[in-house]
């Protein structure tokens, strides 16, 4: 079946790290990504990882990929305000002929001062 | 290279009209995707577009369709507007298979 889940609030202070979580239900994706959404604007790609890594690091950006519990995180380190955006977590079953891509309800991310 | 356009960026409409709302993918890409965001919905996936095909559809009424032209733009259409309707539609272009989907600043249409 087709269902991505997050948590929909995370709130953070400004200067921690943030984890935002993610469980998926097809693992015949092939990619795994993370969007962010700033207010009044389109999805951004952040970052992605291919399926048979567990990790990968961009920047402050740190993502961990459990295959087996189906489980995707993101990690922020040292968030910033303008970190403040819902993030998306994504997949693009196979059996959809790739194009299809599934997204999660989203994890509104709250960085206080 | 420009970006994906989508056009109105807002629309109101009365109930029981139609709308119809405009996608301009990247040049190169031929894959189009529509989604419907509200705050109590999500992001929901609406249907894709292949070189004028649709090839994957989601879980909306009729009342929502669309369409894909030769040069790649895409149109979607919802008649019967219902006040639920209101939500910010997105559109995507991509370029490849399990690539990633370029987005569009989206559409806000408001039913009133």
């Known amino acids: 079946g087709e269902d991505v889940e997050q948590s929909l609030f995370l709130s953070v202070r400004e200067g921690d790290s943030s984890v935002i979580n993610c469980t998926y239900t097809d693992s015949s994706s092939t990619y795994l990504y993370w969007y962010k959404q700033e207010p009044g604007a389109g999805l951004q790609l952040l970052t992605y990882?291919?399926?048979?890594?567990d990790m990968k690091q961009d920047q402050r950006l740190t993502v961990l990929l459990n295959k087996k519990d189906k489980h995707l995180s993101l990690r922020i380190a040292d968030t910033q305000t303008g970190d403040s955006a819902i993030y998306f977590c994504?997949?693009?079953?196979?059996?959809?002929?790739?194009?299809?891509?599934?997204f999660g309800a989203g994890t509104r991310l709250f960085v206080k001062a | 290279k420009a970006g994906v356009t989508q056009t109105p960026r807002y629309l109101i409409k009365t109930r029981g009209q139609q709308v119809t709302l405009s996608c301009s993918p990247i040049?190169?890409?031929?894959?189009v995707s529509w989604y419907q965001q509200t705050p109590g919905q999500g992001l929901q996936f609406l249907f894709e577009?292949?070189?004028?095909?649709?090839?994957n559809k989601g879980n909306f009424p009729g009342r929502f369709s669309g369409r894909q032209f030769s040069n790649s733009r895409s149109e979607m259409n919802v008649s019967t507007l219902e006040l639920g309707d209101s939500a910010l539609y997105l559109c995507?272009?991509?370029?490849?298979?399990?690539?990633?989907?370029?987005f569009g600043q989206g559409t806000r249409l408001t039913v009133v």
């Open positions: 994504a997949e693009i079953p196979e059996d959809t002929g790739g194009f299809k891509t599934i």
């Open positions: 995507a272009s991509t370029p490849d298979r399990n690539t990633e989907a370029f």
């Open positions: 040049s190169g890409h031929r894959s």
């Open positions: 577009y292949f070189s004028e095909t649709q090839r």
């Open positions: 990882i291919f399926s048979n890594m």
